[in-house]
């Protein structure tokens, strides 16, 4: 069975940093595209970065370029989110994702990441 | 990378039939076969009902179809169910490759 466990959020200062992880199971990890996909309170779905199965390529959000960091260690089939100079509206639900063909068939369940002071 | 367009609401009776409309352009739905629709139940995980724009995945009832005209895709529900009511978002992939959604649309069953 796919699993994948999002964890790591936790409220955080304006210009903070937190860094989110994502353990998978239940599939070959490194075979695999993976995603994060953030949703503000009450509000849509928002992509937000993609990395390939062996780490080499990788594609940001405007929103989040130059301040947020995707990275996948294979061995721990573990995928990460560095985020650096957070704002306000950084603060979503952030899940991670498998990808197929650019469709996403599994989601995790979300960890919540607040920035406020 | 602008969201695509949705309408915020939609909605139809019991056993009615109701389409939600997604508007990109050429970069976006336009460009590519790689549109998708997710719905989303409150306090879900979204879950994907149709991909590559008109296909759906094992488990997903045929009462769901999705097609696309030019940079507008669309989403059918045929048969209202109670249980249909949710957030449905559509979501393409973009020429700069990323993934783009759409503002959403919360779908009434009256």
């Known amino acids: 069975e796919v699993q994948l466990v999002e964890s790591g959020g936790g409220l955080v200062q304006p210009g903070g940093s937190l860094r989110l992880s994502c353990a998978a199971s239940?599939?070959?990890?490194?075979?695999?595209?993976m995603h994060w996909v953030r949703q503000a309170p009450g509000k849509g779905l928002v992509w937000v970065s993609r990395?390939?199965?062996?780490?080499?390529?990788?594609t940001y959000a405007d929103s989040v370029k130059g301040r947020f960091t995707i990275s996948r260690d294979n061995a721990k089939n573990t995928l990460y989110l560095q985020m650096n100079s957070l704002r306000a509206e950084d603060t979503a639900v952030y899940y991670c994702?498998?990808?197929?063909?650019?469709?996403?068939?599994?989601w995790g369940q979300g960890t919540l990441v607040t920035v406020s002071s | 990378q602008s969201a695509l367009t949705q309408p915020p609401s939609a909605s139809g009776s019991l056993g009615q039939s109701v389409t939600i409309s997604c508007t990109g352009t050429s970069s976006d739905v336009g460009g590519y076969d790689y549109v998708f629709w997710y719905q989303q139940h409150p306090g879900k995980v979204p879950k994907l009902m149709i991909y590559?724009?008109?296909q759906r995945p094992s488990g997903v009832s045929n009462r769901f179809s999705g097609s696309k005209s030019g940079n507008t895709a669309s989403l059918t529900i045929s048969g209202l169910q109670a249980e249909d009511e949710a957030d449905y978002y559509c979501c393409s992939y973009t020429g700069s490759s990323t993934l783009v959604f759409g503002g959403g649309t919360k779908l009434t069953v009256l």
């Open positions: 239940g599939f070959t990890f490194s075979g695999y595209w």
């Open positions: 994702a498998r990808v197929v063909n650019y469709r996403i068939d599994y």
């Open positions: 590559e724009g008109s």
């Open positions: 990395i390939n199965g062996d780490g080499s390529r990788t």
